[in-house]
Each structure stands twice: as structure tokens, then as C-alpha cells.
């Protein structure tokens, strides 16, 4: 039954596979490789993500690997998650409101030796999703231009990863995964005028390749019901083997004869190194408070886009800048081992600040900020009381001078089953 039931696991997350790509809506997905996504889980998406100091045995933390050491004999922790969103575009005195229902992620962990756990997983890395136009005046006649723009797509990966306790207090673990995806976007020209030319661009690329992450965590207990971990994280940056092209169709609407030319770039796309490390205080096992920092290194990568200087599709620098982002945030459960239910709920809340990936148009893109608040509810039934349904709460801002603001609410629901898989019963 044991195996069973974990090949019905792996099976389930092979399906999940197939529709794990998160939604967007963002004309800002239309830049780099997208929209990035935080990763985060049930259990820290109420804290705004934190997690480089965040060590349970009770929860999945995929972002920093050394956690998975935590994990005891008996369980066996599998974490879905799903969100919707309301976001509101606001651009001079436009306005638009959009709606999204997603994907979040689907994790496991269980032990396999003493100190010794197991994950694997899958998660978005970024997404692809966006459709508007805009339409002009022609100097002073009443001929109009519309320019319409539409992307697709994303990146994701499938992790396996090992975390170990090399002594007391002191782990190590790594993520590897297979990372893959694809991206379309296009960019259309048409006129009212039936006699202009109709031009369509449509860049895309398709990945498949490898992602490689390491983590670190350090427990020092600092009294009989205090301790701090200290936790560290880092990304290898490379190439991902892929060749990103551009085509451009251009329609003579008088003589319906069409011009078509395309460009491709071998190797042109690639993720940064990134490096993170943050603290966690955690008290009676009833309140935990952290703080992360996270640096990405997009600054020193390269991106191909129609140089304007050159009028080619090539490999530009100075596209990307490198990303930092800052977080806090708290869980509080009144007491873990009360009888009453509201004294066994997680209360969490968190907030961070990041700044943009890219530059459009030579100008900084959108800076971030959220804040988050969530909750997890214990389920108890005749025999287990370990699995939570987590439930939070996100307002995101993306803003930059003179560019589109984005306001979202989102809502993020996360079952956590964790199950006595491995104990030994002595009544069947």
C-alpha cells in the first residue's frame, strides 16, 4: 500500500506537469523571461515568503533544501497549493481589472536515513501572459494605426532534492531539477488605411535545461525555549542551451504577396546566480520572526533583443539589473499543544520589498511590494492531527514613473498532508 500510494504521488505530480505553467495578465510578462515568481508555499506565502531561516519538519521549505533534514521517521508531507487573483491595471486615466486562477505548486518530503530527507516537487519559475493595443493618429489625416501586443508561456521546474544534518544543528541539502518551458510574443501593425502593409514580429524560445540550488541552515538553541537559525542559499547561474529567434511577416494588402525573414540567436538565454541568506528566532515553538535578503544577479547576463542603435536581433548588455529583495515576517500559534482549536491555528503575517529584474525602454522597470497575512488550520480526525490547510492573503504593487501601476489582491489556498505513513501499528 506504502508504495502505492507513493507512485500515486509521482504520478500525480507528473500530471501536474502538464498544467503547471501559473497565469498572468501582466504587461510586464512581456520583458526578460517574465514575471517571476516567488516560489513560495502554504506555509510562508502568509509571511510574504520568507523562508532562508525557516526550518520544519512539518512543512515543505523547497526554497532553502538544507530544511529537509528536519523531517521525522513517520511522515511523509505532500503540500498543493492554488491561488486566484484580482489585479487593477492603472495607466493615466485608464484603468483595467483583471482576474486569474493558478497553479501555485505541488511538493513531498519524507525521510529516508536518520537526518537524511527527501524532496521533490514542482514549481513555476516564470510566466508569460499578457494581450492589449494601442492605437494612433496618423500626422493629420484620419487614417489610424493600431499596434496590438500578445505574449504566452513560462518557465518551470521539477526538483529532486536531499537535505542532510552533517552534525547537530548544522545541515546541508541542494535542489536539482529539470527546468523547461517556452515564451511567444508578438507584435502586430495594422491601419485602417486597407492600401498599408501589415507587419507582424513574434519573438519566442524554447528551453530545456537544468537548474542546480544549494542550501544551508545552522539551529542554535539559545535557551530551553529559545533558538535562532541562520540560513543561506545559492543558485548556480548559467546557460540554458537554448536559441531564442524573431520572425517578421510583412503583408503587401494591395498585391497580397508577403515578405518573411527570421533571426536566431544560438545559446541566448540564461538565469544568474543568486545568492541569499537570512535568520529566523523562534520562541517555545509558538512564535517564529525572520528576515531574508536575496540577491539576483540578472546584471551581468545578457538578453537578445532588436538592438535600436543596429536595427539587429542580437545579444545586448545593460538589459538586465541585478534584483534584491528584502523580507520579514512572523507565525504565531498561541500554544501548540492546547486543546482549544483557535490556540492551535498558525497566525501569520510579512512584507517585502524588491526591485526590478530589467529596464524598459532604458528606464527602471516596476519596484515591488507586498504584504501578506494568512492563517493555518489544523485537521484533526481519529488519528492525525498533523496535516493544516493554509490559507493567505497577499496585496502586490508594481510601480515605476510613468509606467503601467498594478495593484493585486491575491488568495492562496494550500492543502499540507502530513501522514504517519511509516509508523508502525500495532492494531490493523
Known amino acids: 500500500m506504502k508504495k502505492l500510494l507513493f507512485s500515486s504521488i509521482l504520478l500525480g505530480l507528473g500530471t501536474l ?54 523531517v521525522d521517521s ?23 481589472n483583471a482576474k486569474t486562477a ?56 521539477a526538483y529532486i532534492g ?41 519573438y519566442g524560445a524554447e528551453i530545456s535545461s537544468y537548474k542546480l540550488d544549494f542550501g544551508m541552515q545552522y539551529k542554535q538553541a539559545l535557551s530551553k525555549s529559545d533558538a535562532l537559525t541562520v540560513g543561506a542559499t545559492f ?15 510583412n503583408i503587401d ?51 537578445p533583443i532588436v538592438n535600436e542603435n543596429t536595427d539587429k536581433y542580437e545579444l545586448v548588455n545593460n538589459y538586465y539589473m541585478d534584483r534584491h529583495k528584502v523580507t520579514v515576517g512572523a507565525d504565531w500559534i498561541p500554544n501548540p499543544m492546547s486543546r482549544r482549536f483557535l490556540n492551535r491555528v498558525h497566525y501569520r503575517i510579512g512584507a517585502s520589498y524588491a526591485t526590478p529584474y530589467y529596464k524598459i525602454n532604458g528606464q527602471d522597470g516596476p519596484k515591488e511590494m507586498t504584504v501578506s497575512a494568512g492563517f493555518a488550520i489544523p485537521l484533526v480526525n481519529s488519528w492525525n492531527n498533523r496535516s493544516v490547510l493554509n490559507v493567505s492573503f497577499q496585496w502586490a504593487n508594481l510601480s515605476a514613473k510613468n509606467l503601467v501601476t498594478e495593484n493585486s489582491f491575491r488568495v492562496t489556498i494550500g492543502l499540507t498532508f ?11
Not at 125 to 138: A, C, D, K, L
Not at 235 to 249: E, I, M, Q, R, Y
Request: proline content about 2%; aromatic content about 14%.
Open 17 to 70: 506537469s502538464m498544467i503547471a505553467q501559473s497565469g498572468t495578465k501582466s504587461p510586464y510578462s512581456q520583458y526578460g523571461l517574465g514575471i517571476l515568481s516567488d516560489q513560495s508555499q502554504g506555509f510562508n506565502r502568509g509571511m510574504s515568503g520568507l523562508f532562508q531561516g525557516f526550518r520544519s519538519g512539518s512543512q515543505v521549505n523547497m526554497q532553502n533544501p538544507a530544511s529537509y533534514s528536519a
Open 74 to 96: 513517520l511522515s511523509m508531507i505532500f503540500d498543493l497549493g492554488v491561488s486566484g487573483q484580482f489585479t487593477s491595471f492603472k495607466e493615466g486615466g485608464a484603468k483595467v
Open 102 to 157: 493558478n497553479f501555485e505548486y505541488a511538493t513531498a518530503l519524507f525521510r529516508i536515513f536518520p537526518k537524511f530527507g527527501v524532496s521533490i516537487g514542482l514549481v513555476p519559475y516564470t510566466n508569460v501572459g499578457y494581450s492589449y493595443h494601442t492605437t494612433q493618429r496618423i500626422g493629420t489625416s484620419s487614417t489610424t494605426s493600431t499596434m496590438t501586443f500578445s505574449g504566452s508561456g513560462g518557465l518551470r521546474q
Open 162 to 202: 536531499l537535505g542532510y544534518e552533517f552534525f547537530k544543528g548544522f545541515s546541508l541539502g541542494a535542489n536539482v531539477s529539470y527546468f523547461w518551458g517556452d515564451y511567444e510574443r508578438k507584435i502586430g501593425v495594422t491601419s485602417s488605411d486597407a492600401y498599408v502593409n501589415v507587419l507582424t514580429k513574434t
Open 235 to 249: 543558485g548556480l547561474g548559467h546557460k540554458l542551451n537554448a536559441d531564442p529567434w524573431l520572425s517578421v511577416t
Open 253 to 303: 494588402t494591395q498585391t497580397g504577396v508577403s515578405a518573411y525573414s527570421a533571426d536566431t540567436i544560438t545559446n541566448g538565454l540564461s538565469i544568474p546566480m543568486t545568492i541569499g541568506g537570512g535568520i529566523a528566532y523562534c520562541h517555545k515553538n509558538s512564535l517564529t520572526v525572520g528576515a531574508d535578503y536575496q540577491l539576483m544577479r540578472w546584471g551581468s547576463e545578457s538578453f
Open 418 to 428: 502530513n501522514e504517519r505513513w511509516f509508523a508502525k501499528w500495532k492494531v490493523d
